[in-house]
């Protein structure tokens, strides 16, 4: 991975995921404005339901607005698109396109991977994964039919065996914080947190404010 990105990753604390679906009426554009007003270091624009032109489209806007702010943009599951609108990277899960492919294709790029337990985040970490994301910690809105959370007591276990950076995430608010940075966690996706709340840069400006608090607190 590009020594830029990876400098850029390292410095990631909270993590907005876009879902149109769950932003109040609110646009992805919308959420990505509030977001990187707030001054977050990096967003993944996820949409499940837009066909691709439609989602090149808002790629390529998304591509300019954080460039313009340097935030570091990721595009959830679409190589082509990345490739397409130069983003720095793509987020990919189980059944997606294989690691080790979508590492041939975006070799400098940053590649995250949805994992769910220990070792499909060794496997991550084997096949080439920038970072690996551990979860759904919480009950979440954003995934359908799921009944097993892993709870911030997983986090500790796969962190420890890991030397990539990894993310958290699935149902994360504010209260949780304590817990999931307690057992290691530094990067925080979250999605609802901001995107369904009434003033979204002032929420992400909250919700950083209490990572920073949160981080000293356990560092002390």
């Known amino acids: 991975m590009n ?6 990753l390292d410095l990631v604390d909270i993590y907005p995921v876009t879902c149109e679906s769950l932003s109040n009426g609110r646009t992805d554009i919308d959420v990505l404005k509030a977001v990187i007003d ?19 489209k808002k790629a390529v806007q998304f591509r300019e607005l954080t460039a313009n702010a340097d ?14 609108v ?10 997606d396109l294989s ?8 070799p400098s790029k940053i590649i995250g991977w949805s994992t769910h337990n220990l070792e499909q985040a ?19 809105k954003t995934k359908d039919h799921l009944t097993h959370f892993l709870g ?17 995430m699935g149902g994360i608010k504010e209260h949780h914080f304590h817990d999931l940075m307690k057992a290691g966690a530094r990067k925080i996706a979250m999605v609802t947190a901001i995107t369904q709340a009434d003033d979204m840069m002032k929420a992400c400006q909250n919700l950083r404010n209490h990572y920073q608090t949160t981080l000293k607190g356990i560092c002390s």
């Open 3 to 8: 020594e830029i990105l990876h400098k850029k």
């Open 38 to 56: 707030a001054g977050v270091k990096i967003i993944q624009l996820r949409d499940k339901i837009s066909d691709k032109s439609t989602l090149f």
């Open 71 to 84: 935030v570091l943009f990721l595009i959830n599951d679409h190589v082509d698109l990345a490739q397409a």
């Open 86 to 95: 130069d983003a720095d990277g793509i987020h990919i899960g189980q059944n």
């Open 99 to 106: 690691l080790e492919v979508a590492r041939d294709l975006l």
């Open 122 to 140: 060794l496997e991550g970490e084997k096949m080439g994964a920038s970072y690996v994301n551990i979860g759904p910690i919480y009950s979440t």
């Open 152 to 168: 911030p007591s997983a986090i500790q276990q796969i962190a420890k065996e890991l030397s990539i950076p990894f993310t958290v």
